[in-house]
């Protein structure tokens, strides 16, 4: 069936990066954008960029530019998501989500990843 | 950036009643967007996209309409596995952003 699977929770220090991916199943990767949402504890939804697995070109949210990479690697229908100089703010649970290409909304989502940041 | 409020934050109700919530956007953006449903520990689930067309599986008690910049997410009778946090996302302009999300609790 159609899926998003993440890897596992992180938890890591300040200033650290993390990376977290998202293997995609039971569809064609190339098909779909995938972009990335992240939720800290309590709160709503942030949009933080998305990739187009075809071309490798990446939009980011200006708040995450030069802090955030989006890649993929097609040959495993995987994407990831890599920040860095982490702070404790971005604690949060970070989850990737699909778009078909040309405008739509979010039709799959993975299951998130939880990031602890803390000292 | 298009602001996307919802309201009311909270909506009390009882299973069976009607529940009408709202997102009001800071400008105009056609009809792209999406309405979805967060549970506890779940990731979001999509409900509605352009503005009222339900997506897969989702049943016609969901509902959702337009009229300029305002959008309405109506709940025709609230089963027990709709309370849950409702969030309105436009998809129209980059960036791409959220409501605050509406709650709809158990009264």
């Known amino acids: 069936q159609v899926q998003l699977v993440q890897s596992g929770a992180e938890v890591t220090k300040p200033g650290a990066s993390v990376k977290v991916s998202c293997k995609a199943s039971g569809y064609t990767f190339t098909d779909y954008f995938i972009h990335w949402v992240r939720q800290a504890p309590g709160q709503g939804l942030e949009w933080m960029g998305w990739i187009n697995p075809n071309s490798g070109g990446a939009n980011y949210a200006q708040k995450f530019q030069g802090r955030v990479t989006m890649t993929r690697d097609t040959s495993i229908s995987t994407a990831y998501m890599e920040l860095t100089r982490l702070r404790s703010d971005d604690t949060a649970v970070y989850y990737c989500?699909?778009?078909?290409?040309?405008?739509?909304?979010?039709?799959?989502w993975g299951q998130g990843t939880m990031v602890t940041v803390s000292s | 950036e298009i602001v996307l409020t919802q309201s009311p934050g909270t909506l009390s109700l009882s299973p069976g009643e009607r529940a009408t919530l709202s997102c009001r956007a800071s400008?105009?953006?056609?009809?792209?967007l999406a309405w979805y449903q967060q549970k506890p520990g779940q990731a979001p689930r999509l409900l509605i996209y352009?503005?009222?067309t339900r997506a897969t599986g989702i049943p016609d008690r969901f509902r959702g309409s337009a009229s300029g910049t305002d959008f309405t997410l109506t709940i025709s009778r609230l089963e027990p596995e709709d309370f849950a946090v409702y969030y309105c996302q436009q998809y129209g302009s980059s960036p791409w952003t959220f409501g605050q999300g509406t709650k709809v609790e158990i009264k």
């Open positions: 352009g503005a009222s």
């Open positions: 400008q105009s953006f056609s009809s792209y």
């Open positions: 989500a699909r778009i078909p290409l040309g405008p739509g909304a979010f039709d799959m």
